[in-house]
């Protein structure tokens, strides 16, 4: 544990975590699985912001209060399921919170030999903030916690050959299953969604029409999603299980189609509308649009001449 500046706490070890939150040693140094209503040290003297350089899952069941999470704050009244990767930054919103329920961490060299530890990165949860998190019916709340659970058995049980290959697995399986049920919450929120769609469609409009590369460069997903108050990985997957399309290809979408615009309603070079655009160079715009449209941007528009 370090102190860094702004009064940052950095927890580099699952053990260092421990101690702090006034936990016993952990079972086996490189993970761990605790319930944080037994913390037992008073909360005004936990540390306000941690960083902590090892996974986090956590299953908050009864928890009152927010917690914040970079930017925004979680309300947990409801319970739900958050995933944090290291090198990220949790800071406590208020006093007296309940913290019940699973929290499992691990650090990334007990998984960095395996498989997993090159497929985590694929789980694009990891990268939500925690006004993201996954909400649980009863049955499949009943499939984590039986993950857990198994977890908890084999860390109680005497380390041997077999044991990190075991307890990998499990955690394998509940990211799989994690992946599973965020697609169905996707599904579920769909006119949330719609509505989230609706005003990304609407931000592109307004910045293409208003011309708004003119002085921003080219619209990133980044903007994207911060105006709509979400992660910009969380944006990618709620609009690929929409659309069939991440952020990246709307934006491309929306770029093409007022790119076809000018060509054919103005009489701008090819190298102005790139410009206008948000294109730096007029020929990554026309790399672009012939790999969008198989034809370059002059000959799309001679066809309509």
Same mark, same amino acid.
């Given at each position: 544990?370090?102190?860094?500046?702004?009064?940052?706490?950095?927890?580099?070890?699952?053990?260092?975590?421990?101690?702090?939150?006034?936990?016993?040693?952990?079972?086996?140094?490189?993970?761990?699985?605790?319930?944080? $209503?037994?913390?037992?040290?008073?909360? *005004?003297?936990?540390?306000?912001?941690?960083?902590?350089?090892?996974?986090?899952?956590?299953?908050?069941?009864?928890?009152?209060?927010?917690?914040?999470?970079?930017?925004?704050?979680?309300?947990?009244?409801?319970?739900?399921?958050?995933?944090?990767?290291?090198?990220?930054?949790?800071?406590?919103?208020?006093?007296?919170?309940?913290?019940?329920?699973?929290?499992?961490?691990?650090?990334?060299?007990?998984?960095?030999?395996?498989?997993?530890?090159?497929?985590?990165?694929?789980?694009?949860?990891?990268?939500?903030?925690?006004?993201?998190?996954?909400?649980?019916?009863?049955?499949?709340?009943?499939?984590?916690?039986?993950?857990?659970?198994?977890?908890?058995?084999?860390?109680?049980?005497?380390? *041997?050959?077999?044991?990190?290959?075991?307890?990998?697995?499990?955690?394998?399986?509940?990211?799989?299953?994690?992946?599973?049920?965020?697609?169905?919450?996707?599904?579920?929120?769909?006119?949330?969604?719609? *509505?989230?769609?609706?005003?990304?469609?609407?931000?592109?409009?307004?910045?293409?029409?208003?011309?708004?590369?003119?002085?921003?460069?080219?619209?990133?997903?980044?903007?994207? $999603?911060?105006?709509?108050?979400?992660?910009?990985?969380?944006?990618?997957?709620?609009?690929?299980?929409?659309?069939?399309?991440?952020?990246?290809?709307?934006?491309?979408?929306?770029?093409?189609?007022?790119?076809?615009?000018?060509?054919?309603?103005?009489?701008?070079?090819?190298?102005?509308?790139?410009?206008?655009?948000?294109?730096?160079?007029?020929?990554?715009?026309?790399?672009?649009?012939?790999?969008?449209?198989?034809?370059?941007?002059?000959?799309?528009?001679?066809?309509?001449?």
């Amino acid at each position: 544990m370090s102190k860094g500046k702004d009064g940052l706490t950095v927890f580099n070890s699952i053990s260092a975590l421990h101690k702090t939150l006034g936990f016993p040693k952990p079972l086996h140094p490189l993970i761990s699985l605790v319930d944080y $209503a037994d913390i037992q040290v008073p909360p *005004d003297e936990l540390p306000r912001t941690i960083l902590l350089n090892f996974y986090k899952i956590s299953y908050k069941k009864n928890l009152t209060g927010k917690i914040k999470y970079g930017q925004n704050y979680y309300d947990f009244d409801e319970g739900g399921i958050s995933f944090m990767a290291p090198n990220q930054v949790i800071s406590n919103a208020e006093d007296g919170k309940d913290y019940s329920g699973y929290t499992l961490l691990f650090h990334p060299d007990f998984i960095r030999d395996h498989p997993l530890g090159i497929k985590i990165k694929s789980y694009g949860f990891f990268s939500y903030t925690a006004n993201e998190a996954l909400y649980l019916s009863e049955k499949e709340k009943q499939t984590i916690f039986s993950l857990f659970e198994n977890i908890k058995e084999e860390l109680s049980n005497t380390i *041997d050959d077999f044991s990190q290959d075991v307890m990998i697995s499990h955690i394998e399986v509940l990211l799989n299953y994690s992946n599973r049920f965020y697609k169905r919450q996707f599904i579920t929120r769909k006119a949330v969604n719609h *509505d989230l769609l609706m005003r990304m469609e609407a931000l592109l409009n307004k910045y293409f029409n208003e011309e708004e590369s003119l002085t921003k460069g080219f619209p990133t997903v980044e903007y994207l $999603a911060r105006s709509l108050n979400l992660s910009p990985r969380y944006l990618s997957d709620m609009l690929r299980s929409l659309t069939g399309q991440n952020a990246q290809q709307h934006i491309h979408e929306k770029l093409i189609e007022k790119a076809k615009e000018y060509l054919t309603a103005t009489t701008l070079s090819v190298a102005e509308i790139a410009y206008r655009l948000g294109f730096e160079h007029p020929q990554s715009f026309n790399k672009l649009f012939k790999r969008k449209v198989n034809l370059t941007p002059l000959a799309f528009k001679r066809s309509f001449n």
